[in-house]
């Protein structure tokens, strides 16, 4: 029996734009880790539009997007956000009039907004984000971004055990 992906693990992010590049970078780390075969890492870079559409046919129970996030704290930062997808999005979600897409600037709320319109539901998701310091043009991340990307990649890495291990914690106790 073939096992299928049950989680997606996504590089966001612009790498001719500096810290915007984040999420790349640590997805490229993740491609040569030893991950359990239910995951699927992919870089998105900046192509919103086909990250929607691979929700909406993956299927996915759990989603985890990468990439700079913009809170306030100091650069280099990370943040683990749990996204609830049905929660306000604080202005980021389309409101039905007017284009959805912005092929080079879709952020992970925008990702979201363009999945429910399209009829889909994307599971879990959370956000492993990054405060850049620029995102100017540019190529590289800056000194304080690039030295949390190995965090940033041990935390998707517990992200993953976690929520992989509480699943089948939780199918055990109620099997369907």
Do not use: K, W
């Amino acid at each position: 029996m073939a096992v299928t992906s049950r989680m997606l693990i996504a590089g966001i992010g612009n790498v001719f734009h500096c810290d915007d590049g984040f999420g790349v970078e640590v997805v490229s780390r993740m491609y040569t880790r030893d991950l359990p075969p239910e995951v699927v890492v992919a870089d998105y870079g900046i192509r919103g539009v086909h990250l929607a559409y691979a929700l909406l046919d993956g299927g996915y129970e759990f989603t985890v997007f990468v990439d700079a996030v913009r809170r306030g704290g100091e650069p280099g930062t990370l943040y683990v956000l749990d996204a609830d997808p049905t929660a306000d999005t604080g202005g980021a979600e389309h409101d039905g009039e007017g284009p959805v897409l912005d092929a080079h600037g879709m952020h992970p709320a925008a990702v979201l907004a363009l999945l429910r319109r399209l009829g889909g539901a994307p599971g879990r998701v959370f956000v492993v984000g990054c405060e850049p310091l620029t995102v100017a043009e540019g190529m590289g991340l800056s000194a304080p971004v690039a030295a949390a990307v190995d965090e940033a990649t041990r935390q998707v890495r517990v992200l993953v055990s976690d929520m992989l291990e509480r699943d089948s914690t939780d199918v055990s106790r109620n099997p369907r």
